[in-house]
Structure formats: structure tokens, C-alpha cells
């Protein structure tokens, strides 16, 4: 008797060391963005935003403007990462939606969806940035001419650029930036919003290269809940 209760002691003791010695997901969330200041760094959303993505996902998503030259600059960098970054990752690019410049640019990215060219989106950049040419106008009947004419000289014929541009699915996705463009407030572009609930950009990470970091682990902290 006297040996089964010792047993038992030993098994209940080794239980209680094992529940005490691991970390839970709060903790292992709080460990990874321990090296970054809330409020500071990254802001806590007020009203945080459902996300589109599986479970076990996590939805990080950048709000820009192909008219911004700081969302020309730091392109390359999100490229860059989204071709490594973990797979349980979802980037998700949201134009912002602030005026007539801004509606023009978003149907023009949308459209490149539509079309399933997304190595479109750097060439626009460069054609605003380098080029010069500012792809939007004083309507949207010389806008859609020449955004056509552009895309044009890049493969995409008339009939394509016509079925994408009138499509449902670029009517929806802007109904939606415009939408999120509201109720995330957004202020200033590029902006970096992680997981519907964490906001962030360059300025407040301290860099192209510290918000690249900042990113990987407000999703990880996201990934670890």
C-alpha cells in the first residue's frame, strides 16, 4: 500500500511539473513581441476587423496607394517577404480609398486581379514613380483610357481589360477597400494592419528592415493565441 501511495505521489508530482513548465499561449504571444513597445511600435486596433482567412491562419494586410512614394519604396521590401514568409501567413494588399486618385488606382489594381496578372503591380508602380505617368485622371472615362492603354502595352487586349475592369469581382473588392478604408481610419499609407487587431507602419517600427521583423512577430504572437 505504502508503495502504490508513493507512486501515485511521484505521477501527481511529475503532472504538476509539466502543467507548471509550460508556457501557455498568452505568455508565448507576450515572449515574442517582448522586444517592441505597444503603443509606440505598433497600436492595438479599437475596434478590431474580422479577417477572410482559414483557420490557422493569420491575415496581414497592407493598405497603399500607387500614388505614394512611400509605398513605391517600401514594395520591394514586402516582395521580398512575401516570398519567405511562414506559411500560415496571408498578405493581403488593400488600396486605400480616399478620394477620386485614390477610387481610380484601386479599380486598376483590382483589375490586375481580375486579369490574374499580379506581376503587373510593380510595373504600375514604376510607371507612376519612374515614368511618370499618373495612370488616373480628371474622369473615369480617361482613366479606364489610359489604364487601357498602358495594360495594352503590356499584353492585355481590349477584350480582357473590358471583362476585368466591368467585372463583380473588382466592383465588390472596392466596395470593400473603400469600406475598410473607413473603419480602420486610415490616415496615412503605407499602413500594415496584422491579423484585424494590430496596426503598424515604418515610422513607428523604426525602419523598412524593423518592420519587416515587427510583422513576423505580430503574426507569430497571432499564430501562438
Same mark, same amino acid.
Given at each position: 500500500m505504502h508503495r502504490a501511495t508513493l507512486l501515485i505521489a511521484a505521477l501527481l508530482a511529475g503532472s504538476w511539473t509539466l502543467n507548471a513548465c509550460a508556457r501557455s499561449p498568452e505568455s508565448a504571444a507576450a515572449a515574442t513581441l517582448s522586444k517592441w513597445k505597444a503603443g509606440t511600435n505598433y497600436q492595438l486596433l479599437s475596434a478590431p476587423q474580422p479577417? +477572410? =482567412?482559414? /483557420?490557422? &491562419? =493569420? #491575415?496581414?494586410? #497592407?493598405?497603399?496607394?500607387? +500614388?505614394?512614394g512611400h509605398c513605391y519604396a517600401l514594395d520591394p521590401e514586402l516582395e521580398s517577404w512575401k516570398a519567405g514568409k511562414a506559411d500560415y501567413v496571408e498578405f493581403v494588399r488593400i488600396p486605400v480609398i480616399? +478620394?477620386?486618385p485614390q477610387r481610380q488606382h484601386a479599380k486598376l489594381y483590382y483589375t490586375i486581379q481580375a486579369? %490574374?496578372?499580379?506581376?503587373? %503591380? /510593380? &510595373?504600375?508602380?514604376d510607371a507612376i514613380h519612374?515614368? +511618370?505617368l499618373p495612370l488616373a485622371a480628371q474622369d473615369e472615362v480617361q482613366a479606364r483610357a489610359l489604364q487601357f492603354g498602358f495594360l495594352s502595352t503590356l499584353g492585355v487586349? #481590349?477584350? #480582357?481589360?473590358?471583362?476585368?475592369?466591368?467585372?463583380m469581382s473588382v466592383?465588390?473588392?472596392?466596395?470593400?477597400?473603400?469600406?475598410?478604408?473607413? &473603419?480602420?481610419?486610415?490616415?496615412?499609407?503605407?499602413?500594415?494592419? =496584422?491579423?484585424? &487587431?494590430?496596426?503598424t507602419s515604418v515610422s513607428e517600427a523604426g525602419?523598412?528592415?524593423?518592420?519587416? /521583423?515587427?510583422?513576423?512577430d505580430l503574426a507569430a504572437s497571432e499564430k501562438n493565441r
Open positions: 479577417t +477572410g =482567412v482559414a /483557420s490557422g &491562419k =493569420v #491575415e496581414v494586410d #497592407e493598405v497603399f496607394w500607387y +500614388g505614394c480616399w +478620394g477620386q486579369l %490574374h496578372r499580379p506581376e503587373l %503591380h /510593380s &510595373k504600375i508602380f519612374q515614368r +511618370g487586349t #481590349e477584350k #480582357e481589360f473590358d471583362a476585368a475592369y466591368d467585372s466592383a465588390s473588392n472596392m466596395m470593400r477597400a473603400e469600406d475598410l478604408t473607413r &473603419k480602420l481610419a486610415v490616415g496615412s499609407v503605407p499602413a500594415i494592419y =496584422v491579423n484585424g &487587431k494590430y496596426s525602419g523598412p528592415a524593423e518592420l519587416i /521583423s515587427l510583422i513576423n
